[in-house]
Nanobody, 114 residues
Framework: QVQFVESGGGLVQPGGSLRLSCTTS????????MGWHRQKPGKQRELVAA???????NYADSVKGRFTISRDNAKNTVYLQMNGLKPEDTAVYYC????????WGQGIQVTVSS
């Protein structure tokens, strides 16, 4: 069973920045698919950013140029740097990884509001 510790969420003003962190209970050195989704109120969960096939990164069109996904294998941690935040980025953000099956973190709230 894989466990996650997510941190870095909170309330930020439009235009501000946050960095989300997700630390796993297992080594991520060999994990090729992991990333972040988000779920807005009343909406389905959607991909934000992810690693696929190792170091290939994918981003939702709505966050390209503003968000950056990165990973530190030594710390078993994946990050999501979010710059230029907009009110429409308000959501619960979930980290995930595939390790024999798909695992989800518990989610962390990000609220962008003045």
């Amino acid at each position: 069973q894989v466990q996650f510790v997510e941190s870095g969420g909170g309330l930020v003003q439009p235009g501000g920045s946050l960095r989300l962190s997700c630390t796993t209970s297992t080594s991520i050195v060999s994990i090729t698919n992991m990333g972040w989704h988000r779920q807005k109120p009343g909406k389905q969960r959607e991909l934000v950013a992810a690693f696929s096939s190792g170091d290939i990164t994918n981003y939702a069109d709505s966050v390209k140029g503003r968000f950056t996904i990165s990973r530190d294998n030594a710390k078993n941690t994946v990050y999501l740097q979010m710059n230029g935040l907009k009110p429409e980025d308000t959501a619960v953000y979930y980290c995930w990884m595939t390790y024999s099956r798909l695992y989800w973190g518990q989610g962390i709230q990000v609220t962008v509001s003045s």
